[in-house]
């Protein structure tokens, strides 16, 4: 007999460790800090620190979570304030506020998990002066409930508990001052919530069963609250509470499948709101779940045939339940496209000829209709029918019909009309997640009792790390013994890894180059799951030993020995995983996330981006050259973040319609949505190995979105190929952002920092991001490619712009024309200003020389008139403003007036296929282009090297020449007062065109006369 299961509590640790740089409150320039925290309507507080700005504290305070599973959407608030009666000046009649932090419950991390995090403090109100931060771990835990604790009513026969014994509070150390009235442990006993659920599925998650029951709150004990920490206990911890039911994973609604690992009910999920499902057409789909039968008589192979008007479906063959008892537990799902009133069932044979075991007829128009969120319908038995005198039927079989939309969330795991029954695995549609990837940081320090051939010989021992594709090598060693027994490198090497670490390790080699060969010293595996997590810079990391050992050892391991013996010296490694950095798979400029890697870095979402794939049209008659039919099998996969989802297959149709609907959380809105269509050409590979092909993709940034509004718009889908960019069709997409945080708030995120903080303080190199993106490209590909269905690379290297970096003859002549579009504003403006010099239009420059009199003869109105002209611009620009977000632009990117020649080139890999004649005439080609850089380089050079010219005394007449000239200048605004030269100068430079030499000014003719280095070039 198994024993009951343990009754547990959760609960909210949150250890207070340090701050740091603390404002000084105390009129003496220091403070007497304490930290009050709250959660969930429960307060706390810390011991007073005396006179410390940089105070520690390492004190532990817990909370009981009455509900664990709206933990993600509770705020833990932290505040810190200078205690009054410690230093603070006579007469504080309250203490002084120093700062708080607000965290929200997805930042909270599981026991095992948790980090040190310092967090910036932030003030109450525009007028306060804060500055500092402070040190936290926050995490939760359940803990076993001992006998005496257990809830009432779990044990019939356990007798009533006794009330608890008071206890009176430990003495206080006389070298920490008395605790204040807000020292008291404030906790007060949870007040019962009323909780009301709605809707009740069959299939709804259990919030924490084994809740203990909160302890009835004492009416004879009254708590006081100090004024700067009491708060009013709001109404919402009383009230009714309203709970929304949701499914597991296995019935998620809509078309998603949210990927990962199983948790308990206790543990916390971030989950994102119900799906409305407003934002598609509705579908209407027949669904048939046939679960199992009973009763047949014997046969091989087993299936059921589903009809319904034009479509007719086959089940897999049922697994064997013993005894005539087959099971198939599939889903089917009929279009209503074309209604028919009858809806057949039969149960037939494995063998040639089909044998009829029975049958079901269904009259459709009883057929019950599900609208969400309604629960699933229970499946009955039903009676097989039908067969003759020679083979009886007997048995019964167990079905649900039932007439639901592609909101069910029945209809992302089945079978549908519109996919080939052969090709049902690579045609559902599924939601992905991406791997969660850290950057892996090994500091190579030193190596120790190396085993070198020669002492003589200069020394040139490197360290490689291998891990997985990667491989990075260090430099030379910067610093050797005399006896060569140390040798230091001090060298970061940078990886990517991703979860689950235990299924990787890294292997460290050392190496000496100092011959014509590489000779193994010795080496070492490392497991990554050895390494230390890492979310701050200020935390440090440990560095270790390893033991090296010979490199046959290694071969070993490789294939499967054991490991080897011998001692080869050691290597002194610091490794850590940084969860401070955000991964780069995107390209900076369409990248989706910027998110750290850790959790408890998140800050909480500002809105809920859906989308809603509707169809497409006009798509191409046949998907590429190798493709195995001459329809189009089209399907639709969007990536926001680390969420990739797909939709299902429409077979044989050149306008498929889909009309899903998805959602992800926004945690940033200057991201991008990336949604591109391809042609499913694996459904008709038995293996998989034939690549989709693709067919566009659109991208939305999100910041260009209202809030709250419907964009339904058509999308052009280009595909550029050698050929020349073609129009592939247009997709319609419906696109709705929902921005849940303030405005404030929203306006404040501009402001801030779009990477994460280890980003700027611990920055990496261009050309190590490339490489780690490249790197992490490659994992993000293999892991999608392992889901089911697989998601092929070809479609993950088009999502995440594999090629962007590549030389292309187009993309250069882009950048260059929206150069020059960046600097049409200046153009104009000079433009302008020619004109008003010019005299073109008199009134104008009559009006130009009157405010320019007034803003000579009052210069504080320069900054105000120039910020009003640019605030009337933008309203002036509003409108023209884009109605709808714009997709893929051709002119933008050069695409319609490319060369054939060109494309060739772009398409051409590296290293190139192409014949040797062509490879030279490109690279005469980029020669010439090349040259035509370097001259323009050379220009700007020569006027830096002029302006240095007025005083490097390279040319002595100039050079007196120009001395003289700053002379006569600085007497002159000595003496004439400064607004009279303005006004001179400027009516100088608008004067009239019949005053006016054609020929160039003096002051340009005397600094093109000034000497470059050109001359002296080679």
């Given at each position: ?189 949870p007040l019962v919530s009323v909780v009301v659920v709605e809707k009740t599925p069959v299939q709804t998650a259990q919030v924490n069963a084994n809740m203990v029951p909160p302890p009835s709150p004492d009416p004879t004990t009254v708590e006081a609250y100090p004024p ?83 479509h007719t479906r086959r089940s897999l063959p049922g697994r064997d339940g013993g005894a005539g008892s087959p099971e198939w537990s599939q889903v089917f799902a009929l279009s209503q496209c074309k209604p028919d009133s009858r809806l057949e069932i039969s149960v037939r044979g494995g063998g040639p000829g089909e044998a009829f075991l029975g049958g079901v007829c269904f009259d459709l128009t009883d057929v019950p209709v599900r609208d969400q969120p309604d629960g699933p319908l229970a499946p009955q ?638």
């Amino acid at each position: 007999m198994t024993s009951p299961p343990a009754h547990t509590v959760s609960k909210l640790a949150v250890e207070v460790v340090d701050a740091r740089d603390l404002v000084p409150k105390d009129g003496h320039g220091t403070s007497s800090p304490f930290v009050v925290v709250e959660f969930d309507g429960h307060r706390k507080r810390t011991h007073t620190v005396a006179r410390d700005l940089n105070p520690q504290w390492n004190e532990r305070l817990e909370f009981v979570v009455a509900n664990p599973a709206s933990m993600v959407t509770q705020e833990l608030d932290v505040e810190v304030y200078n205690d009054k009666r410690m230093g603070s000046p006579s007469g504080a009649r309250k203490n002084h506020f120093l700062g708080r932090v607000r965290i929200c419950g997805s930042q909270f991390a599981r026991q095992g998990e948790e980090a040190l995090i310092y967090f910036p403090l932030e003030r109450r109100s525009l007028l306060s002066w804060i500055r500092g931060e402070i040190g936290l771990k926050v995490y939760y835990y359940d803990e076993p409930l001992s006998e005496e604790a257990k809830p009432v009513g779990s044990d019939p026969n356990q007798a009533p508990a006794p009330p608890p014994s008071t206890e009176e509070p430990k003495d206080v150390p006389p070298d920490v001052p008395a605790p204040t009235e807000a020292a008291i442990d404030t906790q007060s006993p949870p007040l019962v919530s009323v909780v009301v659920v709605e809707k009740t599925p069959v299939q709804t998650a259990q919030v924490n069963a084994n809740m203990v029951p909160p302890p009835s709150p004492d009416p004879t004990t009254v708590e006081a609250y100090p004024p700067e920490v009491r708060k009013m206990q709001t109404p919402a911890c009383t009230e009714r509470d309203r709970v929304f039911s949701r499914r597991f994973i296995g019935g998620a609604c809509g078309p998603r499948v949210l990927s990962g690992r199983f948790v308990d009910c206790n543990e916390l999920v971030d989950r994102p709101p119900l799906a409305t499902y407003d934002l598609v057409e509705p579908m209407q789909y027949l669904f048939v779940r046939v679960v199992k039968a009973r009763g047949l008589r014997p046969c091989e192979s087993p299936h059921v045939k589903i009809q319904a008007g034009p479509h007719t479906r086959r089940s897999l063959p049922g697994r064997d339940g013993g005894a005539g008892s087959p099971e198939w537990s599939q889903v089917f799902a009929l279009s209503q496209c074309k209604p028919d009133s009858r809806l057949e069932i039969s149960v037939r044979g494995g063998g040639p000829g089909e044998a009829f075991l029975g049958g079901v007829c269904f009259d459709l128009t009883d057929v019950p209709v599900r609208d969400q969120p309604d629960g699933p319908l229970a499946p009955q038995w039903y009676r097989l029918e039908g067969g003759r005198d020679d083979a009886p039927v007997t048995g019964d079989i167990m079905v649900a019909v039932w007439i639901g939309t592609q909101a069910d969330e029945s209809f992302a795991e089945a079978w549908n009309a519109d996919a080939t029954y052969v090709s049902y695995t690579y045609t559902r549609s599924k939601v992905y997640q991406s791997p969660k990837m850290w950057y892996l940081r090994a500091t190579v320090i030193e190596a120790q009792d190396l085993r070198l051939a020669a002492a003589t010989r200069p020394y040139d021992v490197r360290v490689k790390i291998q891990l997985g594709i990667q491989a990075l090598c260090t430099r030379r060693p910067t610093a050797v013994s005399s006896s060569a027994s140390s040798i230091s490198w001090m060298e970061d090497l940078m990886f990517v890894a991703s979860e689950p670490f235990s299924n990787h390790e890294m292997i460290v080699q050392v190496e000496d180059r100092a011959t014509k060969e590489p000779v193994m010293l010795g080496h070492a595996v490392v497991p990554v799951a050895s390494a230390e997590q890492r979310l701050d810079e200020r935390q440090a990391v440990a560095s270790r030993w390893f033991n090296l050992e010979e490199a046959a050892a290694l071969a070993g391991c490789r294939c499967g020995g054991g490991p080897g013996g011998g001692y080869y010296g050691r290597l002194n490694l610091r490794l850590c995983l940084e969860g401070g950095y955000h991964v780069m798979d995107e390209a900076a400029h369409v990248c989706s996330d910027f998110r750290p890697t850790a959790k408890q870095l998140w800050k909480p979402a500002v809105g809920v981006l859906e989308l809603g794939i509707l169809g497409a049209r006009g798509l191409p008659i046949k998907g590429g050259e190798e493709a195995a039919t001459s329809s189009t099998n089209a399907y639709c996969v969007a990536k926001y973040g680390k969420k990739w989802v797909r939709t299902r297959t429409v077979a044989d149709s050149f306008d498929p319609r889909w009309n899903e609907q998805y959602m992800w959380q926004v945690y940033d809105p200057c991201t991008v949505l990336t949604v591109g269509v391809f042609d499913n050409c694996r459904m008709f590979d038995a293996a998989g190995d034939r690549p989709d092909y693709r067919i566009g993709k659109v991208r939305i940034r999100v910041s260009t979105l209202e809030s709250n509004r419907v964009y339904t718009t058509w999308y052009p889908m280009l595909h550029l190929q050698p050929s020349g960019v073609m129009k592939m069709g247009e997709v319609q997409l419906a696109i709705r952002f929902a921005c849940s945080a303030p405005f404030p708030d929203t306006w404040a995120m501009y402001a801030q920092p779009m990477l994460p903080r280890m980003h700027y303080l611990r920055p990496i190199a261009v050309w190590k991001q490339e490489v780690l993106r490249a790197w992490a490209i490659r994992m993000v590909a293999e892991w999608l490619e392992q889901s089911e269905p697989p998601l092929g690379q070809e479609v993950v290297h088009y999502m995440l712009d594999v090629d962007t970096q590549s030389w292309s003859i187009r993309r250069s002549r882009a950048n260059w024309f929206r150069v020059l579009c960046v600097l049409a504003w200046a153009f104009g403006l000079a433009r302008w200003v020619d004109d008003i010099r010019r005299w073109r239009n008199p009134t104008t420059t009559v009006l130009v020389h009157v405010l320019y009199l007034v803003l000579v003869w009052y210069p504080e109105l320069v900054v105000p008139t120039a910020s009003l002209y640019l605030s009337l611009i933008g309203i002036w620009y509003c409108r023209f403003r884009p109605r709808v977000p714009t997709g893929m632009d051709m002119g933008l990117s050069q695409a319609n007036m490319v060369a054939a020649n060109d494309l060739d080139e772009e398409f051409d890999p590296v290293p190139s296929t192409k014949p040797a004649e062509v490879v030279r005439a490109r690279y005469d080609r980029l020669r010439k282009m090349a040259a035509q850089a370097q001259r323009l380089l050379g220009d700007f050079a020569a006027q830096g090297e002029r302006v240095q010219a007025l005083v490097s005394w390279r040319d002595p007449r100039a050079t007196r020449l120009f001395i003289v000239a700053c002379l006569v200048v600085a007497l002159v605004l000595y003496v004439v007062p400064h607004k009279m030269v303005a006004v001179g100068l400027g009516f100088y430079f608008l004067r009239h065109p019949m005053f006016r030499d054609p020929m160039p000014p003096a002051s340009l003719n005397f600094f093109r006369r000034l000497p470059s280095l050109t001359d002296r070039m080679l």
